[in-house]
């Protein structure tokens, strides 16, 4: 699952790893980047003969599909991430998987190694990103959701895949990661369909990623600073430490939260129940 990602580098590197020269806000880096929150997309440009549009168009998303058909979101869940190897047969995808691919430009990902309960080891957070740094691309799912009123918001899902041999002691799923060759041949939704981008939703090469432990500072959506990414002394995700003197530490009791609207992430927890058809 990808429940978390940052995109730190200059707007000028990402506009240009994607080939976008079109999208005019300056954003800033963002370490924490969290479910609801509006995200940056690639999608290709619907072009006629002899248009010169360009290619691709970069837009704002909110993190969480809404398939057209529903009619109110509050009573439907947050989808932010797709399961790649059922996406083309899921209901809530099928539509956009065939016509609406995108790209989510990003840094790297974060997640967190879960011990069973009964073993008293903490969660582990890990700040997952490229050994060669740079940007790279997930594949991605987009739809554009109308209210009864007329309103309309863009909305998008990760594309997850099973975990590569060094991504699999911290999770059994990761994003699919789309490289730049492939770019053109992943957002061509006119010619290409689902079955004819099958191979591109495989697991990154083992080598691909490295995974570096994290502080929980991750896991508050308010902490926003490159903080959340300093490196912490831990044992290798492989391994489990038993907890001191052979106990189970006492859970600590989590302090009273005010209600928040439905669909919302709650802060202090790094993988909250969303659901992301796996």
Known sequence: MCGRYALTQSPDEILQFVSVIDFEPDFPARFNIAPTQPILVVASTERH???????????????????????????????????????????????????????????????????????????????????????????????????????????????????????????????????????????????????????????????FFEAIPVSDLVNKVSNMGPDVQKPLAVADPGEEQPAASGKTPPRQARPKKTAQPEGTPKDDDPDPPQMSLF
């Open 49 to 207: 003969p002899g248009s010169n549009l360009p290619e691709r168009r970069a837009i704002l998303a909110r993190w969480g599909l809404i398939p057209g058909w529903v009619k109110d979101p509050k009573d439907f869940p947050l989808l932010i991430n797709a399961r790649s190897e059922t996406a083309a047969e899921k209901a809530s995808f099928r539509a956009a998987m065939r016509h609406r691919r995108i790209l989510v430009p990003a840094s790297g990902f974060y997640e967190w190694r879960r011990p069973p309960k009964e073993s008293g080891v903490r969660p582990q957070a890990y700040w997952i990103r490229p050994r060669d740094g740079g940007v790279i691309a997930f594949a991605g799912l987009m739809e554009t959701w109308a209210s009864a009123d007329g309103s309309e918001v863009d909305t998008a899902a990760i594309l997850t895949t099973s975990a590569n041999r060094a991504i699999r002691p911290i999770h059994d799923r990761m994003p699919v990661v789309i490289g730049p060759e492939d770019f053109s041949r992943w957002l061509d939704c006119k010619s290409g369909e689902p079955r004819h981008v099958a191979d591109l939703m495989q697991p990154a090469d083992d080598r």
